[in-house]
């Protein structure tokens, strides 16, 4: 954190209007969308999600390693591999002791992140577990995938300077319905900024009148992970035991001393490793991490991520992508090939397929440029040079693995 404030007291703006910031944006979601798909890759029948969510984290962490070197920043996972399977809806990152496995016909959810300098990429997809991988995914499966990425290109395109949080469900809604489907509730896409994985700025996907999120117009050089969960159910997520919990966060602004060993020595742990970022406990050292946990959690000093479910039977697809509202457009920078799908539903609102129909660059314009003089304008492509060839270094460092 001590980069963060030296950054702070010089001056410098740690939004996208920084090109280093935007470099570390870039390196990020490019470790994530590899990591993404080793595990897309890696899921097959018989595979056990606890090896998929160790094959994700493993991927991030040793990528990190490879970029930035010499430089003392902060870099690794930023959300810990979850691998969630048909009506489970996420959250899922199991303890070693599980041996759960992927089977063919399974909807599967893949959720994960990387950070560099505390500038965070996340990114979520799903497929379908299948042994001709050729072959076009059909029936609900289809539905809901399709219903969840039409939503997810939607939201791109209502999530751009000059738009309201508050003009972005209403679309989403029409696209669930649509395709005979059902946004998730309580699903948040949060504003990202460094060491902040959830902003307080943030889009509800499906208001109810028992949650509302607050109105405000989207700006030029914020940074949002969209996140959209489609449920071919009612998709009313509930907890259903609280001990396939393993995914938490410090929560910053509680305090507590805490009484029992091994609940200081976990929490030492998880301050020193995790300050500001999620985590999965089976990334902890401490072999008394449950005991310790408890006291920590009764005194709210962790915020937890249950896992969450569906009603049996049902299908949830999710897709998750980093957008940068950049000064010529949207960049999304996280990324996966979607799987063949085929389905009889479509969207028919006129104004919903225009907005899906648009671009998310926006049409360049002409600004009169300043007057510089020749070293200034020298050295400002010089830096740019330089930015450059820094994340072509990132690029081969991540190539490598």
């Known amino acids: 954190m001590s980069d963060y404030e030296s950054e702070n007291e010089e001056g410098q703006e740690l939004d996208l209007s920084n090109s280093d910031v935007v470099t570390k944006y870039k390196t990020a979601a490019e470790i994530t969308n590899n990591a993404l798909a080793t595990v897309i890759k890696a899921a097959k029948s018989g595979a056990k999600i606890l090896d998929l969510c160790t094959k994700g984290d493993t991927h991030i962490e040793e990528a990190v390693s490879k ?28 303890l070693g002791e599980d041996t759960s496995e992927l089977k063919d016909g399974d909807v599967v959810k893949i959720d994960l992140g990387s950070h560099i300098d505390g500038f965070v990429a996340t990114a979520a997809h799903t497929l379908v577990v299948q042994t001709d991988e050729d072959a076009a995914v059909t029936g609900k499966a289809a539905d809901v995938i399709a219903a969840a990425n039409t939503a997810l290109e939607a939201a791109i395109r209502l999530i751009r300077p000059g738009k309201k949080i508050a003009d972005v469900s209403g679309p989403l809604q029409q696209i669930a319905e649509a395709y005979g489907t059902s946004l998730v509730e309580g699903v948040l896409s949060h504003q990202l900024k460094q060491f ?56 910053l602004d509680q305090e507590y001393k805490l009484k029992l060993k091994a609940s200081r020595q976990i929490f030492s742990e998880i301050n020193k490793k995790y ?19 408890v006291e920590c959690l009764n005194h709210g000093l962790l915020h937890p991520y249950p896992v969450l479910h569906e009603k049996n039977g049902e299908l949830v697809a999710q897709f998750k992508a980093t957008v940068l509202l950049m000064a010529n457009g949207s ?56 930015k450059e060839k820094e994340l072509e270094e990132a690029r081969e460092g991540i190539r490598a693995l």
């Open 275 to 293: 300050p500001t970022m999620p985590f999965t406990v089976r990334s902890l050292d401490s072999k008394q991490g449950r005991l310790g946990l």
């Open 196 to 251: 902040v994985i959830d902003g307080n700025k943030c889009v509800l996907n499906k208001p109810t009148p028992e949650h509302r999120a607050e109105d405000a117009e989207f700006e030029q050089n914020e940074v949002y992970g969209i996140d959209i969960l489609m449920s071919t159910g009612e998709g009313k997520a509930k907890v259903l035991d609280e001990k396939e919990t393993t995914v938490y966060k410090r929560a």
């Open 67 to 94: 970029v930035f070197k010499g430089k003392t920043i902060e870099k690794g996972v930023a959300f810990p591999t979850c691998v969630s399977v048909n009506s489970i809806v996420g959250h899922f990152s199991p």
């Open 331 to 386: 960049d999304r920078v996280t990324s996966a090939p979607l799987q063949k799908l085929e389905t009889d539903k479509k969207v028919e609102d006129e104004e919903v397929k225009k907005l899906l129909a648009s671009s998310i660059k926006s049409k360049k314009k002409n600004k009169p440029k300043k007057k510089r003089g020749a070293h200034a304008a020298n050295g400002a492509e010089g830096d740019e040079v330089v």
